[in-house]
């Protein structure tokens, strides 16, 4: 059965807040919950950017849930950290703890001074802290000289059971690329012709685990507002690679979404005020045949949706 869970946006929401609104998504009846990991928002509309580490293990002990987290390491964070702050979640929560893991984007990277490389690069250094991951929480001892530098390091805490290590990946390239080395596919929402397309290509190239996917939506119950939240907070959310990954500054955001339109955004966000259209969308994202989905409504205030969706949304997908 398919798992729906809520995720946790750390550049909108301050994470006393989003504490709260996880325990209250649990009451309500979600099955899960991750968590955004960002130094900068989006835009200055966005206005938070919590850091995801502490608060993990505050959401991980104040409720029951399974949570994962979206992390790029290689230049914010070194490989060795990465695999500490894993494994030492994974040890304190067995079996309740995946991270799924990117190249990154300039807006959070970009703070170490060092430059940001090609996206080639980005692609090799991440397998590079992969390995360097995978082999510390199995207990090695690892050093390693290449486009990222390990002296040495060895973790003293380790889980019972190494977890889950996910690819996460926008188009069929790169999911065809994870499936080299990834525990599992994470991907956000886009037609159901990209969906299959990148689902398929990570799928035929042998890849293993479960499909996760991110749902961005904008829920009120009025239509007209449901579009106001998802402009004002998620129109800088709008632009393709290599935008998305190249620009560093939320101001920058801010200024190149200053044209974007309410019809550009209803591209990327499911907008509505009607819970059984949204409903219906997610049953179709589970047909496609992904099993575990991660509602990301982009609005500041979650209680309305949780309670919305947890009454009326959920007992209709998990029938």
Not at 152 to 160: D, Q
Not at 300 to 313: R, S
Request: glycine fraction near 8%.
């Amino acid at each position: 059965m398919t798992v729906y869970g809520i995720h946790a946006s750390h550049e909108q929401i301050h994470p006393t807040d989003l504490l709260s609104a996880v325990r209250r998504a649990e009451e309500a009846g979600f099955g899960a919950a991750m968590s955004s990991d960002h130094f900068s928002p989006w835009s200055s509309r966005q206005g938070q950017s919590g850091y995801a580490w502490s608060w993990l293990g505050a959401a991980l002990q104040a409720t029951s849930l399974p949570f994962g987290v979206v992390t790029a390491p290689g230049q914010r964070y070194h490989p060795a950290i990465s695999a500490q702050a894993i494994g030492t979640l994974a040890a304190m929560y067995p079996g309740r703890f995946w991270a799924a893991l990117g190249t990154g984007e300039a807006s959070n990277e970009h703070i170490t001074g060092d430059g940001w490389p090609r996206k080639d690069i980005r692609t090799a250094r991440l397998r590079e802290c992969v390995d360097i991951i995978r082999a510390l929480l199995s207990g090695e001892e690892v050093s390693h000289d290449g486009l990222v530098t390990v002296d040495r390091a060895k973790l003293w805490t380790l889980p019972e059971q190494p977890p889950l290590l996910i690819g996460a990946a926008v188009s069929p390239e790169t999911a065809r690329w994870c499936a080299s080395w990834a525990d599992g596919l994470i991907t956000v929402n886009a037609s159901p012709d990209r969906l299959r397309k990148v689902a398929d290509a990570y799928r035929d190239a042998g890849g293993r685990g479960k499909l996760h996917l991110q749902v961005h939506l904008s829920w009120d119950p009025s239509e007209d507002a449901a579009m106001e939240i998802a402009h004002e907070q998620w129109r800088t959310n709008v632009f393709r690679p290599p935008v998305c990954w190249d620009l560093e500054m939320a101001e920058h955001f801010d200024v190149v979404g200053e044209q974007v339109s309410t019809e550009q955004v209803a591209e990327v966000v499911n907008v509505s005020s009607d819970l059984k259209w949204h409903a219906e969308q997610l049953h179709a994202y589970a047909e496609l045949g992904f099993e575990e989905i991660y509602l990301h409504h982009v609005g500041q205030e979650l209680t309305p949706f949780i309670d919305a969706f947890g009454e009326h949304v959920l007992p209709e997908v998990t029938a």
